[in-house]
C-alpha cells in the first residue's frame, strides 16, 4: 500500500509540476492568442498552421526518432550511475542530432517550392519555407538538450525552460505581428526557435558527464539502437504529420484558410489547457514505464495508477473549459472565432479515450516493440485520415470533433486486444468503472452547451463543476492521501 501510494504521488507530483507551468503558459498564451488573433485574425492563424503542417512533416521524416529514443538510453545509463555509458549516450545523442537537423534544412530547402504550392496553390511561399528550413536544425538541437534533461529526470530545469521561453516567445513576437502583420509570422518562428535552444543549451549543460572519447564511425554503429526505435517512431511520427498535412489542406481546399484557422485555433485550445496530463506522460511516465518494462505486472500496476490519476485530474479540468468555452474563445481570440465552439466541445469528449489510448500506447515503446507499434502506428494512422475526411465532408468542422471521438474509441479497442494476446497485460474493472463514471461529469458538462440562456447555463454547470472537483479529490486522496501530501509540500516550502 505504501508502494503504491507513493507511485500515485509521484505520478501527481509531475502532473502538478507540469501543471504548474501550463497554467502560466495559458496565461502567457492568453495574451499572446489574443494579439494574434486581433492583428493576424483567422486568415494569418490559418497562414501559421498551412507554415507550420509541413515543417512538422519534414521533422517527422528526417528527425528519425532520435531525441525520443534516446531518453531509454539516457534514463538506463543514468539510473544505474553509469557515468561512462551516460555520457556516450549523451555525445551520441548530440551527434545524431546535428546530422537529422541538417538533413532536415536540406530536404526543407530542396522542396521548399512544391510544400508552398501543395499548402497555398501558389510559389509566393517559397521564400518563407527556405527561411523557416533554418528552425529544423534549431529545433533537433533543442530536442537533443531536452531529451537529456528528461533522461536524468531534471524535471525542474525542463519546467522553467518551458515558463521562461513562453515569456521570451510572447515579448519577441508581439512587436512582430504588430509592425509587419502577416510578414511578421516566419521571423516570429525563427526567432522562437532560437530562443528555445538557448534555454535548452542553457540547462542541459548542467548535466555533467565524463569525457568520452569516440570516432565517427563509432556513433554511427553505436547510434544505431537509438535509431532502430527511432526510425518506428519517424514512421509514426510521418504518419501523424501527414494526415495533418493533409486535412489541413483538404480543409483549406474546401473550405478555405479561414476554417484551418477555426480548425488550428480549435486544437489551440483543447490542446494547450489538456497538455498538463500528456506533458507528463512524456517527460515522467514514459521514462518510469520504461525501466520496468520486462515485468508485466509492474507495467500492468504503472498503467493502471498513470490511467487513474490522470482521468481524475482531467475530469474538472474539461468541465471547466466546456462550461466556460464562449469565454474561453472570446477571451483567447475574437468574436469572429466562435463558430468553432461546437467543434472544441466535441474534441474534449474524446480526451479521454485519448489519455488511455496513450498510457496504454507508452507500453510498445517501453518495451522496444518497434514492430507492433509501427503495425498498430500506420492502422490507426489510416483510420483517423479516413475518419477525418469522412466526417468533414458530411459534417464539416464539427465533423472532425466527431471522428477524432471515434478515433480514440477505436485505437483502445485495438490496444485492449494486442496488449492482452501479445503481453498477457489487462486492466481490472474497476478502471473502466472509474473511466465511465467521470466521464459522465463531462458529458453532463457539454450538454449544458445546449441551454440557450446563458445565466442558467453557467448556474448548471457551476453544480457539474462542483460534484466533478468533490469526486476527483475525494478519490485522489484515497489513492494517495492527498491532504497529508499537500500538508507535506507546503510545511517544506516554509521551511525553505
Known sequence: MTEQRSSYRQIFKATSLFGG???FQILIGIVRVKFIAVLLGTAGVGIMGLLN??????VAITGLGISFSAVRDISAA???????????????????????????????????PLLSQWSFGNKEYTWAFIWLS???????????????LQGTRRLKDLAKASVIGSALGLITSIPLYYWFGNEGIVPAIVISAITVLFLSWYFARKVEIEPVQMTYKETFSSGMGMVKLGI?????????????YILNAYISHNGGIEVVGLYNAGWGVVGQYTAVVFAAMATDYFPRLSAIHSDNGKVQELVRQQSETALLILT??????IIMMPVVVKVLYTKEFLPMLMFTNLTILGIHFKTLSWAMGYIYLAKSDSRIFLILEIIGGSIILGLNLLFYYLYGLNGLGISFIISYIIAILISFYVLKRRYQISFPANLYVKMIFTYCFVILAFLTSFIDDSLHRYLVGAVILVLATIYSVYKLNQLMDLKSFIVDKIQNKLRK
Open 21 to 23: 507551468v501550463q497554467v
Open 53 to 58: 503542417a509541413p515543417l512538422d512533416l519534414i
Open 134 to 148: 533554418t528552425t529544423l536544425i534549431l529545433g533537433a538541437i533543442s530536442r537533443g538538450q531536452t531529451a537529456v
Open 232 to 244: 518506428s517512431m519517424t514512421i509514426a511520427g510521418f504518419i501523424a504529420s501527414l494526415s495533418r
Open 78 to 112: 543514468d539510473g544505474e550511475l553509469e557515468k561512462s555509458g551516460l555520457a556516450k549516450a549523451i555525445v551520441l545523442l548530440r551527434r545524431w542530432s546535428w546530422v537529422t537537423g541538417l538533413f532536415g534544412v536540406l530536404v526543407t530547402i530542396a522542396f521548399a
Open 316 to 321: 474538472p479540468l474539461l468541465s471547466l473549459l
